[in-house]
């Protein structure tokens, strides 16, 4: 069923786009930085659990494209939820931020910061996606709750 230009649920369409392409940025980021991790237990196991949560989540922001505005609890749920995701991404990057500056300080002649700079900057790129993510998600929530129309 095609939504009739009056009845409001056609500009949520553009919003949960980009909310979807936001979701996917942050995969890609948390993906690669596990990747990048190379066997640094807590980073891999934080952006793990993001990669994975962040995969689960996708089916509902596709439902969110297709059919908008039909059910904003979902995106309240997915919004808390995300803020929890942004919580454990930043304690891992930021764990592989000091423990970038503890190699550094400690071997002068180790090559750490190629290493830690790309899962560094790898890091605070998801950080980034999913800061974005929840604050596109708190103000759309913000506007559904006051009725108002992008």
Same mark, same amino acid.
């Given at each position: 069923?095609?939504?009739?230009?009056?009845?409001?649920?056609?500009?949520?369409?553009?919003?949960? *786009?980009?909310?979807?392409?936001?979701?996917?940025?942050?995969?890609?980021?948390?993906?690669?930085?596990?990747?990048?991790?190379?066997?640094?237990?807590? #980073? $891999?196991v934080v952006n793990? #659990?993001?990669? !994975?949560?962040?995969?689960?989540?996708?089916? $509902?922001? %596709?439902? &969110?494209?297709?059919?908008?505005? @039909?059910?904003p609890a979902n995106?309240?749920?997915?919004?808390?939820?995300?803020?929890?995701?942004?919580?454990? #991404? *930043? @304690?891992?990057?930021?764990?592989?931020?000091?423990?970038?500056? $503890?190699?550094?300080?400690?071997? *002068?002649?180790?090559?750490?910061?190629? %290493?830690?700079?790309?899962?560094?900057s790898l890091s605070?790129?998801?950080?980034?996606?999913?800061?974005?993510? $929840?604050?596109?998600?708190?103000?759309?929530?913000?506007?559904?709750?006051? &009725? %108002?129309? !992008?």
């Amino acid at each position: 069923m095609k939504p009739e230009a009056g009845d409001g649920r056609s500009g949520w369409r553009w919003v949960a *786009t980009f909310d979807l392409i936001l979701r996917l940025a942050a995969i890609v980021a948390t993906s690669t930085a596990v990747l990048a991790a190379m066997g640094k237990t807590f #980073v $891999v196991v934080v952006n793990g #659990v993001a990669c !994975f949560y962040l995969l689960m989540s996708l089916p $509902v922001s %596709i439902f &969110n494209i297709m059919r908008p505005g @039909a059910c904003p609890a979902n995106r309240a749920v997915l919004t808390a939820l995300d803020m929890v995701t942004v919580a454990l #991404v *930043t @304690a891992g990057a930021l764990v592989a931020g000091i423990l970038y500056l $503890v190699h550094k300080a400690g071997d *002068t002649h180790a090559d750490w910061f190629s %290493i830690w700079s790309q899962l560094d900057s790898l890091s605070y790129l998801a950080v980034l996606a999913l800061i974005l993510h $929840v604050l596109l998600s708190g103000s759309i929530l913000y506007k559904q709750a006051l &009725n %108002i129309m !992008f």
